[in-house]
């Protein structure tokens, strides 16, 4: 089994609906991160979390929310989705080394 | 302002030839910096790394070449294999708090 599973694999939504992303991991890590990939633009960060508690944003956090329901769940969430956040979005995690390691991904498009 | 910058959006390499992709970052604040190798529909995956103390690290047929002065980062495949044919995304960060990631590079091997 995968250590770190997204769901859904794939969406399509409409504007204007709330969309929730969803992250666990058998790893063990308290790390984990959300990302987003653009053509062209790489991987960009959107909100990390070092533990239960702890909840951080990152360079595009603008339109996006997350919950750290537990160590090893981490959802992210879109509450009104508009057209340009159609995207690939990876979820990982990581120990405390720079290593991450990361899910197979959840391709979302906003009609 | 994107401080990791990988500027050849492509490479082509015949099987068996070197494959070099290079990365240039702006942050001399960076003190680990690491490879990622992408298939389609997968995530990410860890390939190398180098801490700013060393200027080489070697894993089978991957080196990776750490040049601080310049700042300036570049990976080695040898021999180049068709396997070998993904999408690498370079990557630095500091303190292993989170990764900054090049927009990468998508490399084809010729058979």
């Known amino acids: 089994d995968a250590d770190v599973t997204q769901t859904p694999r794939n969406r399509i939504t409409k504007t204007g609906k709330r969309i929730m992303l969803e992250c666990s991991q058998t790893k063990g890590h308290d790390r984990m991160y959300w990302y987003r990939q653009d053509p062209g633009l790489g991987l960009r960060l959107i909100y990390y979390?070092?533990?239960?508690?702890?909840?951080n944003k990152g360079e595009i956090s603008d339109g996006y929310s997350v919950s750290r329901q537990a160590q090893a769940k981490f959802s992210l969430s879109l509450e009104s989705a508009i057209p340009n956040q159609t995207a690939l979005y990876f979820c990982?995690?990581?120990?405390?080394?720079?290593?991450?390691?990361f899910g197979p991904g959840t391709r979302l498009t906003v009609t | 302002d994107q401080q990791v910058k990988q500027n050849s959006p492509s490479l082509s390499v015949q099987e068996g030839r070197i494959s070099i992709l290079n990365c240039d970052y702006t942050?001399?604040?960076?003190?680990?910096f690491l490879w990622y190798k992408k298939y389609p529909a997968e995530g990410p995956t860890f390939l190398i790394s180098i801490s700013s103390i060393k200027d080489k690290n070697e894993d089978g047929r991957f080196t990776v070449f750490l040049n601080k002065s310049a700042k300036h980062l570049s990976l080695h495949i040898v021999p180049s294999q068709p396997g070998d044919s993904a999408v690498y995304f370079c990557a630095a960060t500091f303190g292993n708090e989170k990764l900054t990631f090049g927009t990468g590079t998508r490399l084809t091997i010729i058979p």
């Open positions: 979390s070092f533990d239960v508690k702890d909840i």
């Open positions: 942050n001399s604040m960076f003190d680990y």
């Open positions: 990982a995690t990581s120990d405390l080394g720079a290593e991450q390691y």
